[in-house]
């Protein structure tokens, strides 16, 4: 598999966080008719193709809400994955509902968007190249900056500073410096974020972890480097996000 990562639009940047693609070479491997997701702090929006000569054609589109765990769900069989990832918090801004609506949810984009979501997969299956797609996408999501909900500063803020610190943020920290109880904090944090405080910094070391390795090869100096107490701590928390140990899950990107 080829896997790509493209930024938006700089007028984006605060509230997507990145396009990724991922290609399978129909010629090496086979049709994938699973889609696997892991425990992720970002609402994944997902299109999935299959190659028909020099095109691909549009087969499925689904949203993939922020998570805790790891699932796998049917799709028709794709050569191609486009997706976008958002930052849970930029789900309210953008569309309205409460982030944690979506939290543990698959969903298919029409039955979450509606017309706006038959709408983007039509634009999506006319555009001729990936480059266009990211076009339409950058398009889709600028449309809504000018009537986007109020960004709540105080759990904006919160988010950045736990991402920053990889997770290693008391919560008692965090409402102090939000100028909120405890009990309070954690409710707007919730319903901005998608998770819980606690869940939220699991989560993020998770990911820290993705994005270190292969740089870190010792499991051990890993597991410090992204904030867990030790090595065990660390591969109980891989497996609970992903299904799989490290070795395992690194292993997959490299068949």
């Not at 984006?12 to 396009?19: I, K, M, T």
């Not at 486009?82 to 801004?93: D, E, H, K, R, T």
Request: charged letters at 20%; proline letters at 4%; hydrophobic letters at 40%.
């Amino acid at each position: 598999m080829h896997y790509s990562i493209i930024p938006p639009s700089s007028e984006l940047q605060s509230l997507v966080s990145h396009y990724w693609m991922g290609t399978w070479d129909c010629n090496q491997a086979p049709v994938q008719d699973l889609y696997y997701a892991i425990g992720s702090s970002t609402t994944d929006i997902v299109f999935g193709f299959k190659q028909v000569g020099a095109r691909m054609d549009l087969l499925f589109s689904r949203i993939q809400g922020h998570t805790t765990s790891y699932s796998q769900h049917k799709v028709p069989a794709y050569h191609q994955l486009l997706g976008v990832s958002l930052p849970s918090y930029a789900i309210p801004m953008f569309f309205g509902p409460s982030a944690k609506e979506l939290s543990e949810e698959c969903l298919s984009l029409n039955s979450f968007l509606g017309r706006r979501g038959n709408q983007l997969e039509a634009q999506i299956a006319a555009a001729r190249s990936s480059s266009e797609r990211i076009a339409v996408l950058n398009q889709f999501f600028s449309s809504f900056l000018a009537k986007s909900n109020t960004v709540d500063k105080l759990m904006f803020q919160a988010i950045q500073i736990l991402k920053k610190q990889n997770g290693a943020v008391k919560v008692q920290d965090l409402a102090q410096n939000t100028f909120l109880s405890e009990k309070q904090f954690k409710r707007r944090f919730q319903d901005y974020s998608g998770f819980n405080p606690k869940s939220y910094a699991r989560i993020l070391r998770f990911e820290s972890a993705l994005k270190k390795h292969p740089s870190s090869t010792k499991l051990t100096d890993l597991a410090l480097q992204c904030g867990y107490f030790d090595q065990a701590h660390f591969i109980r928390d891989f497996k609970a996000f992903s299904g799989f140990s490290p070795k395992e899950f690194w292993k997959l990107s490299e068949d």
